[in-house]
T-cell receptor
Framework: DGGITQSPKYLFRKEGQNVTLSCEQN?????MYWYRQDPGQGLRLIYY???????QKGDIAEGYSVSREKKESFPLTVTSAQKNPTAFYLC????????????FGEGSRLTVL | GQQVMQIPQYQHVQEGEDFTTYCNSS?????IQWYKQRPGGHPVFLIQ?????EVKKQKRLTFQFGEAKKNSSLHITATQTTDVGTYFC?????????????FGKGTHLIIQP
């Protein structure tokens, strides 16, 4: 079945550690996105990538890094520079058409202790 | 940058009552999308509106896009317990491109049996 797989689903880390969240899609989508969700804040765009080996900062990119070495994969690293990393992270993808529907993964909940 | 405001933040209704959430953008949108997120889940695409004044229906759900393409609404008739969740609008100001959507903060629909 086609879809987006995020892992891990839950992650606990100590303050000051870098963390990498995995996102893999088999939908053959060109564009991939990372959103952060906090209670009462909706979804905020961290990074996005329209094509392999290229990515752009979103609204809240500080303290995060990404790579797009393969079309299927768009991992997100939450670095120690991110001041408030505890959140629910959602990966999404879509085709580069006017339809624009975003397909979301099930999310990764990161808790920094 | 583009801002999308959504109200109300929370809405409590009795089962069988109607529900409406409103979305307003600071800029003209090329299209607007609506998503539903069940508690503990991830956002799922409901619909996209593209044309000025467009109205679309999905069973008990009615979606409208304003004439100026800066506001939208979602109305649910005779709510059911399965309607529980958070409803997000997401504005695309980029003409259907791949640079991400701006999400509203969502309306949490709480239904009392």
């Amino acid at each position: 079945d086609g879809g987006i797989t995020q892992s891990p689903k839950y992650l606990f880390r100590k303050e000051g550690q870098n963390v990498t969240l995995s996102c893999e899609q088999n939908l053959n989508h060109d564009a991939m996105y990372w959103y952060r969700q906090d209670p009462g804040q909706g979804l905020r765009l961290i990074y996005y990538s329209q094509i392999v080996n290229d990515f752009q900062k979103g609204d809240i990119a500080e303290g995060y890094s990404v790579s797009r070495e393969k079309k299927e994969s768009f991992p997100l690293t939450v670095t120690s520079a991110q001041k408030n990393p505890t959140a629910f992270y959602l990966c999404a993808s879509k085709t580069r058409t006017n339809t624009g529907e975003l397909f979301f993964g099930e999310g990764s909940r990161l808790t920094v202790l | 940058g583009q801002q999308v405001m959504q109200i109300p933040q929370y809405q409590h209704v009795q089962e069988g009552e109607d529900f409406t959430t409103y979305c307003n953008s600071s800029t003209t949108l090329s299209n607007i999308q609506w998503y539903k997120q069940r508690p503990g889940g991830h956002p799922v695409f409901l619909i996209q509106l593209v044309k000025s004044g467009e109205v679309k229906k999905q069973k008990r759900l009615t979606f409208q896009f304003g004439e100026a393409k800066k506001n939208s609404s979602l109305h649910i008739t005779a709510t059911q317990t399965t309607d529980v969740g958070t409803y997000f609008c997401a504005g695309d100001g980029s003409g259907g491109g791949a640079d991400g959507l701006t999400f509203g903060k969502g309306t949490h629909l709480i239904i009392q049996p």
